[in-house]
């Protein structure tokens, strides 16, 4: 029994520690706020481990960016009221809504030529903005089908909507970054 | 998908592993106190789910509605009627139950109203039931 909770527990770990900077990233980039994004990895981690860590570890993708993406959905709706409410009263608040370059924390370790790193480094920026540009359900589509690298299926199963909605949100996104990132190409 | 879209994805991608790989310290050591805090927080018990108990709910409150249909008041035979009104009842109520019983009953009720008519039918059923039998 012990046993297999320490199998259950150092899977879990592997799986966390290898999903939790692209789920961070992903929060990032949807929130533009560090804060916020680490929050919403916290919440996500803790309902996997808590409700779904008995499923097989072969669910525990698509369980955790289910849950990741339902607490960015909320984070967003959140945000929307908050700001409908700030209109109303024309309150401004610049210490609590702090927009963050998220490129700015990510000091480049690694060992390009300096033109090179300056290229990528632009258009990690680019591509940034782009994606926090797009709508979130875009950008949620793009980001399962391109970088976690899932199937149309998956990802409808993830973002709880059907497959033609999937294929969709994906092209539209597609076509936004091109025209917004065709000086890098 | 055209050979421009295959690239823009592929440095999309390479692009957003590279922002994963260059995370500042910090935020790497954050992401790691979180997942430690997640891992520490116990998992909920299988039998404290909801779901692990539907079957077994489901099966106790089908029991409990067949029991209830059928030692339901309203369930009970008739037949037993009469005799628990028997046992219930005083021996001189005994003739007021009797009557109640007789006004309930229709064709013992033409039998009480018409007596003359069962004695003749008797008489002649008793002559022609000897004749028979000579």
């Not at chain 1, 209109?87 to 700015?104: P, R, V």
């Not at chain 1, 949620?140 to 089908?145: D, N, S, T, W």
């Not at chain 1, 497959?163 to 949100?169: D, G, L, N, Q, R």
């Not at chain 2, 009480?112 to 008519?117: E, G, L, Q, R």
Request: charged share 25%; with cysteine; net charge negative.
């Amino acid at each position: 029994m012990e046993r297999d909770f320490d199998k259950t527990y150092l899977s879990m770990n592997h799986f966390l520690a290898d999903i939790e900077g692209r789920a961070f990233r992903m929060a990032q980039i949807a929130t533009s706020n560090r804060d916020d994004a680490l929050e919403i990895v916290q919440d996500a981690m803790m309902k996997l481990v808590q409700k779904y860590s008995h499923h097989h570890a072969t669910e525990w993708k698509a369980l955790f960016y289910s849950i990741l993406n339902t607490r960015i959905l909320d984070w967003h709706r959140r945000q929307s009221v908050r700001n409908r409410f700030r209109s109303w009263f024309h309150w401004h608040d610049d210490d609590d809504e702090e927009t963050e370059d998220a490129l700015a924390q990510h000091p480049d370790e690694t060992h390009h030529e300096p033109d090179f790193r300056l290229q990528d480094d632009q258009f990690m920026r680019s591509l940034n903005n782009a994606l926090h540009a797009l709508p979130i359900r875009q950008q949620q589509a793009f980001l399962l089908r391109v970088w976690e690298g899932l199937d149309i299926n998956e990802a409808a199963a993830i973002m709880q909507c059907s497959a033609s909605s999937v294929k969709t949100h994906y092209a539209r996104a597609l076509d936004k970054l091109r025209e917004q990132l065709e000086d890098h190409q | 998908m055209t050979t421009e879209q295959e690239k823009l994805i592929a440095k999309a991608k390479a692009s957003l592993d590279a922002s994963v790989y260059t995370l500042d310290n910090k935020t790497q050591a954050d992401l790691a106190s979180i997942r430690k805090k997640a891992l520490n927080t116990q998992p909920q018990a299988s039998w404290r789910r909801f779901n692990a108990w539907l079957p077994a709910g489901a099966l106790a409150f089908c029991a409990l509605l067949t029991a209830a249909l059928l030692y339901s008041p309203l369930n009970i035979d008739d037949a037993a009627t009469p005799i628990a009104t028997q046992q219930t009842i005083q021996p001189e109520q005994a003739e007021q139950v009797a009557m109640l019983e007789l006004l309930n009953n229709p064709e013992d009720l033409e039998a009480v109203t018409d007596p003359a008519f069962y004695i003749w039918m008797d008489e002649v059923l008793a002559t022609e039931g000897m004749d028979n039998a000579v």
